[in-house]
């Protein structure tokens, strides 16, 4: 009985010393499960952000990039704007991510690919992680978060660009946005064996809770939702926030026991929980203490049968849990194979002497090879045989460092050759250390950093060619902060050529160094541009060289501006000679249409003075010399000539003034005037004279050039009034070029050369603009009894000498008036002068035809002429006039001929009686004076002329010398009126 309570006692003890061992080797295998489980995700998880870390390195790195968004700052360039999307497009197809953004240092967004993902803003974990990375001057990944708009979990890379010269920190940095459903939670949620309750959870401490930063396998939709108190100390991922690292036991967020290991995320704040329920990793000890207790009761019926049968038992049992280990480590790797099968970059495995032994599908289509080709091959078969060497040294140092990133060239089976980002790692596989290769082919990305390479090329080229001299600066300010000054960071070849200043005397020096000045040009302009970020223009001109510049400056990198500047002086120039062009030719047309109008009023006046005058005369020659009515027709006779004046004034500014041409001396001209002009100018004015009496000779008509002087001295006798004053007069001789003639009054064409100047000047009280615009307009005076015609007719007078003007005047300081005529070359004067013809009681006889379209002259006419005793015939216009003359043509002694007639003119009527009798004897009657009507008829001998108005004693005396040699007396020598 003893042995059989002893036996029992035995089978008990060795019953429970089952069911713990059982139970006991349950949890630990769960426990070595999950341990594995946990370091397998925190290895995936930091490889993974080790790579994203790893995407940023092209933009932190790339300082071309860098200048060219600097540049890019200050133009916003269409074309620059097309090329940079370009770059972030290469970016994100070689990285694949949600978006990328170029931001500036405050957040703002410059570039985005996919703006509907930024609509509202960049969320304050990115903008930590750009402050960061702004101030380390590396890349920064976020944590998990959600965006804005909260429809994605994200968590994001900020790459800052280098720092560009003369920068305190990068200008700009690019964000690269990664949806965490994308790779992140898949990451995570794949569980490597089969299981009901197994779960990878992603925490971190946030105040004094934890928040679950996945989707939780029991209860969805809790990511960045989900809390637990740290106060619960019972909870698995409490203990694991806590730093509680390896196995552990306790509840988890459902309040359910589970069995769980967690380990730190390097690098990051969070913490990775692997946990299972309790229930079913002990699932299986629970199968076995159930056989167990029935082995013991088979034992208890047969102690020795039962005590071999335990022992086969036990051994069979530890095959068989061995091998359950074996297939579940399978299960796991096949997983972890089903993974690195599918991934998007190509993984290879190979020993530590760099065979190759292993690929996945990706490394199959990206280097054309079969899996038995890579078996016959190791990793520098991979790279051109030129880089196999350096291959075989990368391999060395990753088994130093454990792990190597970087980027090489790698070859295809065909030859080709494409580059590829490699992440090198040596891991421990069944006890053997194996060299495991992720290959990225950045082709795509390559080719976007080509196309900003070529983009910044571009950009340098144009720098250099333009034709534009540019610079950049950097300010330089004192202890308050106020600019000082600025330093040149670069300059073009343009700014050498148009300032004279060599780029190694520029460059990285102050302005006031490089420039030798006490204070530095511009300094507050252009610290306006580079405080406010807003571009200025102005145009200076550089007194020490005497050139004007337009300058445009703008914003350039952090707190610099850069400039463009152009010399503008000779455009200046072409323009202020356009504008004085174009203002002197609208003077010139002005004058010639005031001139017209001038010429054609006093045109049409002297007809109406004809009438005028002529009845007048004739009535007063009726009357006796007692007769109380003669004295009012001498009244009306005086007036009538002196309108007859003011019409040859008015003439004489048109240019068709009556002119005696012969060679003068203007000095001569102007002294013995001069002596006559001071008894008529004011006792206070000092007249002097300058002349110069070597100067040439002018071709010119006395009488109008003394109206000249009469008019510039008395004008200025005038301009001084009643104060104390000079006028000073001169002559002299100059040369002028087309340029200074371009300058005077009646630039018409003259030719350069020698030209005698008369000078008037005076110390009255000048003009002002105005004025001076309208100095030679008809009728136009400041004069309270002016008529406003001296300086027309001055004008007039010195076009017909084929001269010009200059006036020079200011208010307060005097008027100065330049007359230039051309030098007389020799030969003999033009013009003729009008002889006194003989007797006043001459008689005529013989027949005149009268021909007039005004019918009061036409009747005055046809008096006077019978007055003289001639016949009068008369007709109203050319063509009748021809039909009179050729039906009475023989008897006809002279055609008295009007210039301007409607229909057939005086020129047409000439013409048509010329053709019946070529000796007919013409007199051309005008309101226009002789000289325009001889230089029209010129070659036509007309017998004589008539100006209107005329009076009766001015007709005899024509008549009579047109028809002296008829009348038997000696002919005139010239033309009456």
Excluded at 550 to 577: L, M, Q
Aim: a negative charge; proline letters at 4%; charged letters at 25%.
């Amino acid at each position: 009985m003893a042995i059989v309570v002893a036996a029992v006692l035995i089978l008990t003890g060795v019953g429970v010393w089952f069911y713990l061992t059982q139970e006991a080797s349950a949890r630990h295998k769960a426990e070595d499960e999950l341990l594995a489980v946990a370091q397998l995700k925190v290895s995936h998880i930091s490889q993974w952000r080790a790579e994203r870390l790893g995407d940023g390195a092209p933009v932190s790195s790339n300082e071309l990039v860098a200048v060219d968004i600097a540049y890019w700052l200050t133009t916003r360039d269409p074309d620059d704007t097309v090329r940079l999307l370009a770059w972030l497009r290469g970016l994100k197809a070689s990285y694949g991510y949600e978006d990328v953004v170029l931001v500036d240092p405050s957040g703002n967004v410059l570039l985005d690919l996919d703006p509907k993902q930024t609509t509202a803003g960049l969320d304050l974990a990115v903008l930590d992680a750009l402050a960061t990375a702004l101030t380390l001057g590396r890349s920064e990944l976020t944590d998990l978060h959600r965006s804005p708009d909260g429809a994605m979990i994200h968590i994001d890379l900020v790459a800052p660009l280098p720092k560009t010269p003369g920068a305190d920190s990068p200008i700009a940095a690019v964000v690269f946005l990664s949806d965490a459903a994308e790779f992140l939670y898949p990451l995570i949620a794949e569980w490597p064996t089969h299981s009901v309750t197994g779960e990878s959870l992603l925490l971190r401490v946030e105040g004094d809770h934890i928040l679950f930063l996945n989707e939780l396998r029991h209860q969805p939709n809790t990511a960045l939702t989900l809390t637990i108190p740290l106060t619960n100390t019972e909870d698995v991922g409490i203990q694991v926030a806590l730093g509680r690292q390896g196995a552990l036991e306790g509840v988890d967020y459902r309040g359910v026991d589970v069995i769980a290991a967690g380990e730190p995320i390097p690098g990051s704040t969070w913490f990775l929980e692997a946990k299972m329920d309790r229930a079913e990793a002990m699932s299986g000890a629970g199968l076995r203490s159930a056989l167990g207790l029935i082995l013991m009761l088979v034992l208890a019926a047969g102690m020795s049968s039962a005590v071999w049968a335990n022992w086969q038992f036990r051994q069979k049992r530890h095959y068989r849990v061995a091998y359950e280990r074996e297939a579940e480590r399978r299960e796991l790797l096949s997983r972890f194979e089903h993974i690195v099968k599918h991934a998007s970059d190509a993984i290879m495995t190979g020993t530590s002497e760099g065979t190759i032994v292993d690929v996945n599908d990706k490394a199959l289509s990206l280097y054309g090879y079969t899996k038995e080709e890579f078996a016959e091959l190791t990793f520098p078969d991979l790279v051109p045989p030129e880089r196999r060497t350096l291959a075989e040294e990368r391999i060395e140092e990753t088994k130093r460092r454990g792990f190597y990133l970087h980027e090489s060239l790698h070859l295809k089976k065909d030859g080709t050759v494409f580059p590829v980002e490699v992440s090198a790692a040596f891991l421990a596989v069944a006890g053997a250390p194996r060299l495991q290769s992720i290959v990225r082919d950045i082709s795509e990305r390559k080719k976007a950093e080509q196309v900003m390479r070529e983009s910044e090329a571009n950009l340098r080229s144009l720098f250099s060619n333009m034709t534009e001299g540019a610079a950049l600066h950097e300010l330089v300010r004192d202890e308050n902060g106020l600019p000082r000054d600025y330093r040149i960071v670069d300059v073009n070849p343009a700014y050498e050529r148009i300032l004279g200043i060599e780029r190694s005397r520029a460059v990285g020096r102050l302005a006031t160094e490089a420039y030798a000045v006490p204070e530095a040009p511009f300094l507050d302009e252009y610290a306006r541009v580079a405080s406010l970020g807003v571009p200025g223009k102005f145009t200076s001109l550089v007194p020490s060289m005497g050139r004007t510049f337009e300058i445009t400056a703008v914003p350039w990198g952090e707190g610099g501006f850069a400039t463009i500047f152009e010399d503008i002086t000779d455009r200046i120039k072409a323009e202020e000679e356009q504008q004085q062009f174009e203002r002197r030719m609208q003077q010139t047309q002005r004058l010639e249409s005031l001139g017209v109008m001038a010429g054609g009023i006093a045109h049409d006046f002297n007809n109406i003075l004809m009438a005028v005058l002529g009845h007048a005369d004739l009535a007063r020659t009726d009357l006796p010399p007692g007769s109380p009515v003669r004295e009012n027709l001498e009244e009306i006779v005086h007036a009538s000539r002196r309108a007859a004046d003011l019409c040859r004034q008015m003439l004489a500014y048109s240019g068709h003034g009556q002119v005696s041409i012969e060679p003068l001396d203007l000095g001569e001209l102007a002294s013995e005037l001069v002596q006559l002009l001071r008894t008529s100018i004011p006792k206070k004015v000092l007249l002097n004279l300058d002349l110069d009496r070597s100067s040439p000779l002018v071709n010119g008509d006395r009488g109008q050039l003394t109206q000249v002087v009469m008019n510039l001295v008395l004008n200025a006798a005038e301009a001084i009034g009643d104060s104390s004053g000079v006028i000073n007069v001169s002559t002299g001789v100059t040369e002028c070029t087309q340029e200074y003639l371009r300058t005077t009054y009646l630039d018409e064409g003259l030719e350069e050369g020698q030209y005698v100047t008369l000078q008037v000047s005076d110390t009255g009280q000048g003009m002002d603009e105005d004025t001076r615009s309208r100095l030679f307009e008809p009728f136009y005076t400041t004069k309270f009894t002016g008529r406003g015609l001296g300086l027309s007719a001055v004008l007039g007078i010195v076009r017909r000498h084929k001269g010009a003007i200059t006036v020079h005047s200011e208010l307060g300081r005097g008027t100065v008036v330049r007359i230039l005529l051309p030098v007389w070359e020799g030969g003999e004067a033009g013009g003729s002068r009008v002889k006194e013809a003989g007797d006043a009681d001459w008689e005529f006889k013989g027949t005149v035809l009268l021909v007039d379209d005004e019918e009061s002259i036409l009747a005055l006419g046809r008096r006077m002429l019978g007055r003289l005793g001639f016949t009068v015939l008369t007709a109203t216009d050319g063509g009748q006039s021809v039909d009179i003359y050729r039906a009475h043509h023989d008897e006809i002694a002279l055609v008295l001929l009007d210039l301007t007639m409607p229909e057939m003119d005086g020129a047409e009527t000439l013409q048509e009686l010329r053709r019946i009798d070529p000796g007919v004897r013409v007199v051309m009657s005008s309101g226009y004076t002789e000289n325009d009507i001889s230089a029209r008829f010129a070659g036509h001998e007309l017998a004589g002329f008539l100006q209107k108005p005329y009076t009766l004693d001015i007709l005899r005396r024509c008549l009579r010398a047109v028809l002296a040699d008829r009348l038997g007396d000696s002919p005139g020598s010239s033309f009456a009126g």
